[in-house]
């Protein structure tokens, strides 16, 4: 007597479903560990001060000067360091809106002029709520 085994004739497939759930878990994981802070990367020293801390202000305006003296407007990098490239970076970046306040950190160890230069566009730009971070004095 001869047993036929049907299973001999069946092709092995491949089920993707599972793949493919998994592919999509992992590009969803590393979209969010990745976008967490665009400017980690950017190294800040900020200068000590004695007060109270400010309360944060909503849509305020980033500007960023490094020690070597480049300029960040929010996640935009300016990519001359002169006024004029400072300016058309922060009315690209600002549009219209003059009302807007806006936080200047500068690094301790950027040269003053850097930051004299960031003050000076910003008021030639008419930004009058500027506000200059500084981190909390160290008490030994």
């Given at each position: 007597m001869r047993i036929r085994d049907?299973?001999?004739?069946?092709?092995?497939?491949?089920?993707?479903?599972?793949?493919?759930?998994?592919?999509?878990?992992?590009?969803?994981?590393?979209?969010v560990?990745?976008?967490?802070?665009?400017?980690?990367?950017l190294q800040l020293q900020l200068p000590s001060?004695?007060?109270?801390?400010v309360a944060a202000q909503a849509r305020a305006l980033s500007v960023l000067v490094n020690a070597d003296g480049h300029y960040f407007v929010d996640d935009q990098e300016v990519l001359r360091t002169d006024?004029?490239?400072?300016?058309?970076?922060?009315?690209?970046?600002?549009?219209?809106?003059?009302?807007r306040p806006v936080l200047l950190r500068a690094d301790a160890r950027t040269p003053h002029q850097a930051v004299v230069t960031a003050l000076d566009a910003l008021g030639q730009l008419g930004f009058h709520k500027v506000?200059?971070?500084t981190a909390p004095e160290v008490k030994p």
């Open positions: 049907d299973r001999a004739h069946e092709e092995p497939e491949l089920n993707l479903v599972p793949l493919i759930d998994v592919i999509l878990v992992l590009i969803i994981f590393f979209v560990t990745t976008t967490f802070d665009s400017r980690s990367m001060a004695t007060g109270e801390p006024i004029d490239a400072l300016k058309q970076t922060l009315s690209a970046v600002a549009g219209r809106d003059r009302q506000n200059i971070a």
